[in-house]
């Protein structure tokens, strides 16, 4: 006898797959990340505090905690985007050129710093080495760092903090588009 529930396990069974594929939301990017080069160039000059982070940039650190926190320490006065991702989550993938570009474009007034969360150094260092981004990211395999900054389940996390070193802003998801970042940078970061 066929089980009345065989076509409920069909549509649960073809809906995850179509969700894993979509992921989770993201839809293509026809967006080019910046080259490590174009960053290294695009950033010269800026201030002390941002050209420290930016010195290490494309670097997945395995300071812990603490070196995270003293990074975002050195960048009072400066608005920070925090970025909480992992190289396996298909929805980071899609938001990684645009954040490329916006570390190019605002790098020079605003601190970017990445937590590499739930995923292994090497995943994550081969990761930045195919996508570079203007400023470093930390190992976080255990999600420690990540909860720090408020990001407790989903990837990506973006958070805001303002210029006093305050998170004043949690995103959830990824961000579609270097203007809307920008924006909330801008409304945020204060």
Known sequence: MR???TPLKTFLGIASVALIASGCGATATSEVGPTTDALKAGLAGSPPALAAQQAQMGKVLDSGAVG?????????GYP???NVWASWCAPCRYEFPMLGNASLKLGKTTGFLGISTR??????QDFLNRHPVGYPSW???SGSIASTVGAATGLPVTAIYDRSG???YLHQGPYDSGAALAADVKRYGG
């Open 3 to 5: 089980s009345i529930h």
């Open 68 to 76: 995270f926190q003293k990074a975002l320490a050195s960048l009072r």
């Open 80 to 82: 920070v985007v925090v």
């Open 119 to 124: 995923d292994t150094k090497s995943a994550a």
């Open 139 to 141: 190992a976080d395999s």
């Open 166 to 168: 305050k998170r004043s």
